[in-house]
């Protein structure tokens, strides 16, 4: 998605019982490379209790990038958090994005994400297939 004007990143989330809350961020990039041209990581928000809505921010960007590639980071270890829906919305264009496996020893098991501790310290989730 181009984001010629503001946008958001929008998904439902909830932490299974008996797990704390985590904050969760996501970063966009516009190639599948350790290190693209472009990317946009964005702000972090909490995800606690039962299934709720969340919403973060994207600014405009000033370039015309494609930013396909969609990672998300949890800042805990050794928790567990549910997301579904996630989806990149720029004006009226609205794209769901499907997390696909984890990299760095990160957990996906169908829409229940974890990162343990013995996982690398850059752990993330992706939509890369």
Known sequence: MV????????????????????NLFFSLQNEAKPYPEFFIPTESVAVSGSTANYSIDIPQQTTNEDFSVVLMHMEKRDISVIVENIALTCGTETEEITIVGGAGSAIKNQNTYTVPSSAEKWAYFHNIG
């Not at 004007?5 to 985590?22: H, K, L």
């Open 3 to 22: 984001f010629s004007q503001a946008g958001q990143i929008t998904f439902t989330a909830s932490i299974p019982e008996g797990n704390d809350s985590v």
